[in-house]
């Protein structure tokens, strides 16, 4: 079955270290992307970053990186130089080309301490 | 303008009335969803639309009732709804759907969502 798991409930961290949040999936599927969105207390999901399962490069966007490891079904987020603005709810998501929906994972709650 | 852009904000009803949620893309995309989050939930995905066309319905009860009168605008109407049904209701919407063609066009961007509150 597709799945996505994000074994990390909640997260803090010190303002300006880099953090990395935990998202495994599991899919038969070889083609699939995923996406990971940050939802702050306002509500808005707010996209993140996006990596294709043929996409030779790990996505990277500003201090937002993809840690792909294909093999292990892992695509972990790595965020550089953490600011206080970065405390949200991060989830995870897949979408596998033979389904018609994105399944999001249970998502990670990130506090940054000043 | 925000791309996805949902209103009310903030919607408290009773269980007799009647109330509509409005979401407008300005992405010029093809496909929009209706997403429920409740607390201590994954994200329930409850209705999807592409080119004005429904897609798919994730066995949500008669009391939702989408509409989609363009590729820019979808609605929910709400009419006695119960309690359970208080949650975030999130927008979004995707310049592609489906299998064919990449991913990438299947990234969702959501609006601020409305927060339900059914007394």
């Known amino acids: 079955a597709q799945k996505i798991t994000q074994t990390q409930p909640g997260m803090f961290v010190q303002e300006k270290e880099a953090v990395t949040l935990d998202c495994t999936y599991d899919?038969?599927?070889?083609?699939?992307?995923l996406f990971w969105y940050k939802q702050p207390s306002s509500g808005e999901m707010i996209f993140l970053i996006y990596?294709?399962?043929?996409?030779?490069q790990n996505a990277t966007e500003g201090r937002y990186s993809l840690n792909f490891q294909k093999a292990r079904k892992s695509a972990n987020l790595v965020i550089s130089a953490s600011q206080l603005g970065d405390s949200a709810m991060y989830f995870c998501?897949?979408?596998?080309?033979?389904?018609?929906?994105?399944?999001f994972g249970s998502g990670t709650r990130l506090s940054i301490r000043p | 303008e925000t791309g996805v852009t949902q209103t009310p904000r903030h919607l408290v009803m009773g269980m007799t009335n009647k109330k509509s949620l409005k979401c407008e893309q300005h992405?010029?995309?093809?496909?929009m969803y209706w997403y429920k989050q409740s607390a201590k939930k994954p994200l329930e995905l409850m209705f999807v639309?592409?080119?004005?066309?429904?897609?798919e319905n994730n066995s949500v009860p008669s009391r939702f009732s989408p509409e989609c009168p363009n590729s820019s605008h979808l609605f929910l109407h709400l009419h006695t709804l119960q309690p359970e049904d208080s949650a975030l209701y999130l927008c979004?919407?995707?310049?592609?759907?489906?299998?064919?063609?990449?991913?990438?066009?299947?990234?969702?961007?959501f609006g601020a969502g409305t927060r339900l509150s059914v007394l």
């Open positions: 992405l010029g995309h093809n496909a």
């Open positions: 979004a919407s995707s310049q592609g759907f489906g299998t064919s063609g990449s991913l990438a066009k299947n990234i969702q961007y």
């Open positions: 990596q294709g399962s043929y996409d030779q």
């Open positions: 998501a897949m979408r596998y080309s033979s389904a018609s929906k994105i399944i």
């Open positions: 639309y592409n080119f004005k066309e429904q897609t």
């Open positions: 899919t038969s599927d070889p083609s699939y992307g």
